[in-house]
């Protein structure tokens, strides 16, 4: 009998994208570090000889990160807002994942914001290089959750579509307002 495999969660799908297009020497950006989860799994995809950077504005995410992430030597960390992060990385990137809503274990009440993360999202699109990703995990169930995702997907459906492909990953059956994941592809130009 074979193995069941449960479909993946939309930010394990988002991985799953950004491990097939990622390679040692890139550079990437976390730019919602939460509590370093995808930080790690970005400076591990990159190598030693890659780099990211990461973005939380509270403190405590930015420490919770550089603790889960001791001993790498691949990773700069700001305590800075994502929408301001194309004026610390001006080289184009590979990747950039967000992972909207509030610090897991942290304060409620601070979360992502449809005008900061909106500003963050069109910048990351001015960086991103050619063939390079953009994975957004949006959560629904928190107080402005609908409202931050709802202005994403908008934006997302906007995109030009001679320079980028778009892709939509949700569970449409589940209650609780599960999260989904958009995925944006620059296309390489000829």
Partial sequence: MAKFTSLPRPTEMAHRLLRERLKPGDQAIDATVGN???TLFLAEQVGPEGHVYGFDVQESAIEKTRQRTAGLTNITLR??????LDESVS???SAITFNLGYL???DKSI????????VALRNSVKILKEGG???IVAYIGHEGGLGESN?????????DQSVFSVVRYEFTNQCNTPPF???VEKRQLL
């Fill in 36 to 38: 370093g989860h995808d």
């Fill in 79 to 84: 305590c800075l807002s994502h929408e301001l």
């Fill in 91 to 93: 080289d184009p990137v």
């Fill in 104 to 106: 897991p274990g942290g």
């Fill in 111 to 118: 979360t992502t914001k449809p005008e900061t993360t909106l």
């Fill in 133 to 135: 990703l953009l994975t």
């Fill in 151 to 159: 202005t994403i997907a908008n934006w997302a459906s906007s995109l």
């Fill in 181 to 183: 994941l958009i995925a």
